[in-house]
């Protein structure tokens, strides 16, 4: 007789009861808990921004799932011996990303906002339309979201620029890699999209000296965390005009504290943290699946490498 599966949930910020029920509905037979403190170890997790205490109770995990795509809360924390690390392969999101980000692009380059501001005004007015040349789109990070994204912009004909830590060949984008290719990728961008993990490599890549390389009138989307950006340079550089504005869903401090230039600001657009939700059944089925797979001795994709963060 094989020992039934068991399965602890820590979910902050989350209603964990879909997840249990949806988890006991694809799994039957496996035990599924919500943790409580004090309860027995369980071999595998499912978890979103669990406090220590959690781990600490868990010595026998053999696998921690990430109900998202980015694990730098959870790097952060110190995790049981020989546990793995699985966060979300797209499960929807890859699309989501790609709508959002198309969406503020493509705001950006036609005007729309300021088409709107002249409708408010009653005013029936045209503006000359601009070239997609002069906006060269740059990706930060072509990874599951990331080329996604880049290959939902070159349908949209912008010339498409990469930038990842190996080399990478996606059709219609141009790609830079490494430390020694970030300045030139930098330089042949004025419109910027930041999907990158947030690592100690990644942490305040954003900054006076980075955005300064873009091409002037550069336009910055960040849909990856709000610890990728010294916001203060981002203020500066959108004062200096140098920046013509942002597309903000991600936030150092979230939810962005009342009182904060960026929701206020005339050139800025603020989102919730919404680019790309976790979608429950596509999460759940991907797990189960996943734990599954883990079971018969199988390699599981979104494997994180502990060495790299990511
Ligand atoms: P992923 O598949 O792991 O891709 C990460 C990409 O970043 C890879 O291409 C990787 O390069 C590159 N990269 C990592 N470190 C780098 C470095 N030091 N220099 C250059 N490139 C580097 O991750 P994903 O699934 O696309 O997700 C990306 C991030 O999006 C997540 O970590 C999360 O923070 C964010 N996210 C945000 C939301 C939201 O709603 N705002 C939703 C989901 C995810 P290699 O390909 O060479 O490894
Ligand atoms: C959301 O931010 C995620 O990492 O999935």
Same mark, same amino acid.
Request: aromatic share 8%; charged share 20%; net charge neutral.
């Given at each position: ?70 694990? %730098? ?39 729309? %906002? ?68 970030? %300045? ?127």
């Amino acid at each position: 007789m094989t020992t039934p599966l068991n399965i602890t949930l820590c979910l902050s910020q989350t209603k964990p009861e879909p997840w249990e029920a949806g988890l006991k509905a694809a799994l039957p037979g496996a035990t599924v808990r919500n943790w409580t403190p004090g309860e027995p170890p369980a071999d595998y997790a499912v978890v979103w921004a669990p406090p220590q205490a959690f781990l600490d109770e868990q010595p026998k995990l053999k696998a921690l799932f990430n109900i998202g795509a980015g694990v %730098d809360a959870l790097m952060k924390l110190r995790l049981p011996l020989g546990c793995q690390v699985v966060r979300l392969d797209d499960a929807g999101m890859s699309v989501q990303m790609a709508e959002y980000v198309c969406h503020a692009v493509i705001r950006h380059f036609r005007e729309f %906002d300021g088409y709107e501001a002249d409708v408010q005004a009653g005013k029936w007015s045209y503006r000359k339309p601009r070239l997609r040349a002069d906006y060269p789109v740059g990706v930060m990070g072509l990874g599951v979201l990331g080329e996604r994204v880049a290959r939902a912009l070159t349908v949209f004909d912008f010339p498409v620029h990469g930038w990842s830590r190996t080399p990478k060949q996606i059709e219609g984008v141009q790609g830079h890699s490494g430390a020694e290719g970030f %300045d030139a990728f930098l330089t042949s961008c004025r419109v910027l999209v930041n999907l990158l993990p947030l690592t100690p490599d990644t942490a305040d890549i954003l900054n006076r000296r980075t955005l300064s390389l873009l091409q002037p009138g550069a336009y910055f989307i960040n849909v990856a965390r709000g610890a990728h950006l010294v916001e203060e340079d981002l203020l500066a550089l959108l004062a200096s005009g140098h920046m013509a504005g942002a597309t903000l869903d991600v936030f150092r401090t979230e939810p962005l504290p009342e009182g904060h230039p960026f929701w206020t600001h005339p050139k800025v657009t603020v989102t919730p943290h919404t680019s790309a939700r976790t979608l429950r059944d596509e999460s759940i089925a991907q797990i189960a699946g996943k734990m599954l797979a883990m079971m018969r001795g199988e390699t599981v994709a979104g494997l994180v490498d502990p060495a790299r963060g990511y």
